[in-house]
């Protein structure tokens, strides 16, 4: 039935004269009024001068652009209201103020392609609602908030988006005390002409999170590490050409990370913190000079060179990692020289000291510890083969197999998600790749084009996990785990301006608040606060 079907209908429910006339000198120019209603056609404006006592209004092909807050302040007594074929586009917050006693509300084969959250505000009386055949793609959340005696919603016609911001919606059909008319979706393509009451709002996804950028670091570093001391987090970064390990704290009062320590250590690669209840052990990779370890032996004393680690061994290091083994700490340190060797150090007594050499004469860059069936592993990358993987068997790293089809790999990460293990693996030009560990190799899932990328890096935020595949000639791409499909969708740009040359990042939680730490080896320190978005809202 058409609106004037229903109008006809509706105005003998509430006791109005359907026979029209027009009472000297109450009727609007373009409007035909009785007693208590009134049908307006192609007026140029919104009429005026009604009796108070208007009940009923229809407003037809009007020239009105769009309905203001305070439309209809003049008719406090209107019952049902109507709009049909009128060029409006716009509904804005409160255009029915002062329409407690509204119960009818039909807005039906306009243009409105907007209408605000708010503009239904105040009818507290309206049972009876109509949106139906206008160009509305979406609908604010709350639109219906405070409505409370509505019995009758009817959305068809509509070319709507069954996206995130009518979430809401879908949530709120089956709790409402309305029955709704829905329609169909128009868009996306994967949902087109489906009907809205049978979309499962279980199957949206519309949470995520943006990095935005909170704070620089001046000088370049190579690495970044967090760590937790004294129940505080820290973050520690190599700088080289500062030559320096800097500990960074959060000062509360400032609301900023500020220096805490500074270790002397020229031409440094990784500064890699052990705590060990009161005790901090900081592992200083150098390039030149030999690596070195610092100690912290309690939170009242500075921090104090303590030992030179395996001169002979450490001629280059590349990269270090921290892993226990039998219930020790131990650092294991990649040597990218020819004539070194990647070390695995152990604590003995008050010191760390060689334990295994491991993969001589293979320039290697990067090591990553992981666990595997429970065991500790070790992958060993190089620029002369494909990756290794050691696993740990009667006090020493053992070769258990290499990678299959990763050649040139510079650096590899790992972490875990439902129960699976995977590895990011960085290649500097042509694919970065992602792999799964199926219990005896690990099997290709995933390649990513690498411009220049010397970090591939996963990390865990909140619920989130993401990984951020650096580049020294364009932008840093951030990626999100689709965990149904068990591959990493592009979230976000770090830029503008890009990082310069990122070579580590880092992610720590202050005061519930999310932090990324972007280490740059041409570039000042980048730090991101991470926020997240619900974008059904």
């Not at 769009?66 to 049909?84: E, Y």
């Not at 921290?322 to 020790?328: A, I, K, T």
């Amino acid at each position: 039935m058409g609106g004037a079907g229903i109008l006809l209908l509706l105005l003998a429910g509430v006791g109005v004269e359907v026979a029209w006339r027009s009472p000297k000198g109450k009727c609007p120019l373009r409007c035909s009024c009785s007693k208590d209603s009134a049908l307006c056609e192609g007026s140029p404006d919104l009429p005026e001068n009604f009796p108070p006592t208007l009940l009923s209004l229809s407003l037809v092909r009007m020239g009105v652009r769009q309905l203001k807050a305070g439309s209809f302040l003049k008719m406090p007594s209107l019952h049902l209201l109507l709009f049909t074929s009128n060029t409006f586009s716009m509904i804005e917050d409160d255009a029915f103020a002062g329409l407690s006693h509204l119960q009818y509300l039909f807005i039906e084969d306009n243009e409105i392609a907007s209408i605000s959250k708010n503009a239904l505000r105040g009818l507290r009386s309206l049972t009876h609602l109509s949106l139906a055949n206008n160009q509305l793609e979406t609908l604010p959340r709350f639109l219906f908030r405070g409505l409370e005696t509505l019995t009758h919603v009817d959305l068809r016609g509509n070319p709507f988006q069954c996206d995130c911001r009518l979430l809401w919606l879908l949530q709120w059909i089956p709790v409402g005390n309305a029955s709704v008319g829905t329609g169909v979706c128009a868009g996306p393509a994967t949902l087109a002409h489906m009907q809205l009451h049978h979309l499962d709002p279980k199957t949206f996804k519309c949470r995520t999170i943006e990095l935005s950028r909170f704070q620089t670091i001046g000088e370049s570093a190579l690495a970044v590490e967090p760590f937790s001391y004294q129940g505080e987090p820290h973050i520690i970064l190599a700088q080289p050409f500062a030559g320096r390990c800097l500990v960074l704290a959060w000062d509360y009062s400032l609301q900023r990370f500020q220096t805490k320590e500074e270790l002397s250590a020229p031409s440094v690669v990784s500064c890699k913190p052990l705590v060990l209840g009161p005790r901090l052990f900081v592992l200083a990779a150098r390039l030149w000079g030999g690596s070195q370890l610092w100690a912290q032996h309690s939170p009242d004393l500075r921090p104090a060179l303590m030992q030179a680690l395996a001169p002979r061994q450490l001629l280059r290091p590349n990269d270090a990692e921290l892993l226990w083994l039998d219930g020790q700490p131990c650092f294991v340190v990649a040597d990218a020289s020819k004539a070194g060797s990647t070390t695995l150090l152990c604590r003995e007594g008050s010191g760390f000291y060689p334990r295994q050499s491991l993969h001589a004469w293979h320039r290697d860059t990067d090591a990553e510890a992981l666990e595997l069936a429970g065991r500790p592993h070790l992958l060993l990358a190089s620029v002369s083969q494909r990756p290794v993987l050691f696993h740990w068997s009667g006090g020493r790293f053992e070769r258990r197999t290499d990678i299959p089809e990763a050649e040139d790999v510079y650096a590899t990460r790992h972490f875990q998600a439902g129960g699976e293990v995977f590895l990011c693996l960085t290649r500097y030009i042509g694919d970065s790749m992602v792999m799964r560990w199926d219990g005896s190799m690990f099997r290709l899932l995933q390649q990513l084009p690498s411009r220049g990328a010397h970090v591939f890096q996963p990390l865990l935020i909140a619920k989130d996990q993401l990984a951020i595949l650096g580049s020294d000639f364009a932008f840093s791409h951030v990626f999100l785990l689709k965990p149904n499909k068990r591959l990493l969708e592009p979230l976000q740009e770090l830029g503008p301006p890009a990082l310069l040359a990122p070579r580590a990042f880092a992610h720590v939680v202050i005061a519930g608040k999310h932090f990324l730490f972007a280490a740059c080896f041409k570039g000042p320190t980048q730090i991101y606060q991470v926020h997240e978005l619900d974008l059904s809202a």
